[in-house]
């Protein structure tokens, strides 16, 4: 599928833009020259003459639905007219006549011609019909009819204009091919003609305009060889000369002397040759189009255009089948403006595609499509994090899997793989992609299960024929089963996967017995940019040797103690690994790998990790994060028995619950949409939630967390296989105990959750959730009306604490806030994976909350 539609529209919209920039700028210099007196010299009795002219001008406009010319009566001078205004030195005469956008129709009056003083003429957007008035005002400097219905010829008198700096006749309906005399215009800035049905050559003279910045005859049938002069047009600014019939041959070495251009267009001609050499010296080109022509050959440097923002040279014979063709990409890659590149239907090929493209952070639209591309597609190339809108590498001779790394692209709204010979399975992650309109991989040899959610639910929008090792998907698709001929093979699957153990068991037993006797020092192998270098030794130190005063908890996977740094006085936590645990290990570098690449400042930061053995020999694994000192979430919403006093007041305020929840959130929604990857939490819970002495609140625990890249190419055939029991119970998800896989909403539904136990003060474990009845279906049921019967009795009583926000009491206000906020918790926790929020929307949802919130209490000072 070809993306032209979007690009040409895109270049019409941004021509226009462009243009108006341009009148505005020669707006401004007329008015500079008005003032300087242009109309020097007085005439005698113009103002009747100019009053006549404009009365038998009125006389000849119809459609005056807007009353524009009511005003347009003698009673009022005509300098007050509507539209109309005299000259600054000579108040009688007409200098500008402005009438854009009246919708007035019927014919040009030829009576303008009689305004002798007349220097602005502007009827844009109206319905003005008939043929440009062949005697006018030879002080015009700008002659608009934009958007009309003018028929017939240019006049060749134009050219008598001498003082003309802006002339559109863009839009129109007018023939005849464009008069030689324009060449004369000497003073000319814009000239723009497009769109009408201007047929003949494109006149040599017009590259005399030294003056011109703006030139465009797009979207007529104008023919013929275009004259070399054109490329003299040293102050041009936008040069389109799109959609003609225009021919000539491009010699590489042909000079284009355009350096301040920045648009240059000469898309949907008939121009062969080769692109010219010079174009890589237009420094300040924002858009190239040689799209829709017969140029041939290599495609020279752009490496210095880096303000180019679109290019295109689809449709071509460009490139020579062979291995580097391509390499005027890698140039690009340190373009960071870059937002859309065509080259589909050449002759790009032979070696694979510049994995440096990867680099153009702005790309949003990419179609390669129809060239003779082969290799793999370098993972790298999905480094484009933006790119959101299409890409488009169909029809090549493309091999290998479809790179996990696809998966950061998550705003396509095309994919088009077709056509090529990729293999692989049909990555999961596309069901996830929300904006996908279009997705097409037919015609390749993928294989294995389609997915039935999301993009590939849809018939229309989703295309995978010709892949014949395909199964599954909806059954529109027709395609076979998947399941049948699984329970055949279960049994050798099991005794493959038993053999597997064996081994494995077998040859760690072997390792561990070979590291044993090396006693190796402790190596640190993540934690990238590790600010701490620790040992086990100054590990043992930092904690007093583990000593139970320094254990802050413990769990089935290892102990976490406090510890402080002698050198440095710095407090740390330490996360000692249980080895004995087999599952601890593999959390050790789950937690490792989840963390490596990933900050923010609700996470809970690791300093280092270490990896080595201890004074037993024993393997040791640690993790060493920085210290929380308000602890856990957990102790501050269910506080254990009073200690001492102090800490029976330790209670989280209203605004402080908000702004936790808040903190979560975003640290939620980073890991699932943020993350080069996304990241699944899977344990989210109130002792997972540290809070630092500013009370910000800090997600810790990556465990149990599943990285969405490791399992991207695992189909749903044995979609289940690896979780056992991730969670903690009353946090997870029903789906996960029903084997589904995990997935984002899993932890939208802890989250769901954990929301509804901090503001009601009851776990989802508590004894009287039972029978179907659940933290869920008991907030639900008091909502809208009875929120104060299961609000945390804690909040009622609420006084004035050491919080953030000091004085916060519940009243009617904050209760309906406590609604909205219970309301969020609800879909969350939503039984229905599909109908729960996503991160994002929670996050936004909950800052409106919070903002609310803020605003009565902040006007009170
Ligand atoms: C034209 O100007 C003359 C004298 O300058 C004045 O008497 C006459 O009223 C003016 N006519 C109009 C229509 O303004
Ligand atoms: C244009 O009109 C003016 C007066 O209105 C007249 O003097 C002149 O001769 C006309 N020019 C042409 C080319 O008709
Ligand atoms: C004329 O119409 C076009 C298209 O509707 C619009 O973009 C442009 O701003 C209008 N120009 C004026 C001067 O009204
Ligand atoms: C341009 O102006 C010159 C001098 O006025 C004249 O000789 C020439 O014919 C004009 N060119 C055209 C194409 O009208
Ligand atoms: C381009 O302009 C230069 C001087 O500005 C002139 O010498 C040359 O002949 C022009 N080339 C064409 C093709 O008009
Ligand atoms: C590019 O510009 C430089 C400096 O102006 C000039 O020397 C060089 O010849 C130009 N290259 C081309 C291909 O026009
Ligand atoms: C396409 O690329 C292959 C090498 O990968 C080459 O052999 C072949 O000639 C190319 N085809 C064309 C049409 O250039
Ligand atoms: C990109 O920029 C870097 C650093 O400025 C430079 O070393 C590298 O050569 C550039 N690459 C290209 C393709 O221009
Ligand atoms: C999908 O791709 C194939 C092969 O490129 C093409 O023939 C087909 O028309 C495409 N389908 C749609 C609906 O665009
Ligand atoms: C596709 O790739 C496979 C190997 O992956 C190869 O055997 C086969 O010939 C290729 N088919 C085409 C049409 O290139």
Known sequence: MKLSKMHFEASTSFLLVYIEVIILLSCFNLQGLNLLGLAATPVARGNDTDQRALFQFKAMITGDQLGVMESWN???????????????????VTEELNLAGKSFYNNIPQEIGHLRRLEILDMTNNSISGEIPSNISSRLTRFNMRGNRLTGEIPAFLGHLSNLKFLSFANNSLRGSI????????????????????????????????????????????????????????NIIIFDIGRNKIQGTFHSDLEINMPRVEFFSVQGNQISGQIPISISNASELNVLQFQDNRLHGNVPSLEKLDSLFRVNLGSNHLGHGKEGDLNFLCALANNTKLESLYVYDNNFGGGSIPASLGKCQNLLTMDLSDNNISGTIPPQVFRLSSMSIALDLSSNYLTGPIPPSLSSLRGLVELDLSDNNLSGGIPKFLVSFRALKYLNLSFNDFEGVIPTEGIFKNTS??????????????????????????????????????????????????????????????????????????????????????SMQNLLGSGSYGSVYKGSIVESGATIAIKVFNLMNQRASRSFLTECEALKNIRHRNLVKVLTAISGVDYQGNDFKALVYEFMVNGSLENWLHPSIAINEAETMRNLNFFQRVSVSIDVAHALEYLHHHCETSIIHCDLKPSNILLDEAMIGHLSDFGLAKILSADILNYSSHQSSSLGLRGTIGYTPPEYAMGCKLSTKGDVYSYGVLLLEMFTGK????????????????????????????????????????GRIADVTLNHKHLQHLNSIFEVA????????????????????????????????????
């Open 74 to 92: 003698s009673f009022i001078h005509f300098c007050q007219w509507n539209g109309v205004t005299c000259g600054r030195k000579h108040q009688r």
């Open 179 to 234: 008069p030689p005399s324009l060449g004369n215009l000497s003073s000319i800035q814009t000239l723009v003609l497009m769109a009408n049905e201007l047929t003949g050559i494109l006149p040599e003279a017009l590259g005399q305009l030294t003056n011109l910045s703006g030139f465009s005859i797009a979207g007529n049938t104008i023919s013929g060889i275009l004259p070399i002069s054109m490329f003299n047009l040293s």
């Open 461 to 546: 929008a989703t295309f995978v024929e010709r892949n014949n090792k395909i199964c599954g998907g909806i059954p529109e698709l027709h395609l076979p089963r998947c399941y049948s001929k699984r329970s055949s093979k279960t049994y050798s699957k099991i005794a493959v996967v038993i053999v597997i153990l064996a081994v494995t068991l077998v040859s760690t037993s072997l390792l561990i017995l070979l590291f044993r006797k090396k006693k190796e020092q402790p190596t640190i192998i993540c934690a990238e940019n590790s600010l701490l270098q620790l040992s086990y030794q100054s590990i043992l130190k930092a904690t007093d040797g583990f």
């Open 763 to 802: 776990r989802p474990t508590h004894d009287m959730f039972k029978e179907g009845f659940s933290i869920h279906n008991f907030v639900a049921a008091a909502l809208p009306d009875r929120v104060t019967e299961i609000i945390d009795p804690i909040l009622l009583q609420e006084r004035s604490t050491q």
């Open 826 to 861: 609800l879909i969350c926790s939503a039984e229905s994976p599909t109908a729960r929020m996503d991160m994002d929307d929670v996050v936004s949802k909950l800052c409106s909350i919070r903002d609310k919130l803020l605003r009565p209490t902040r006007s009170r000072h």
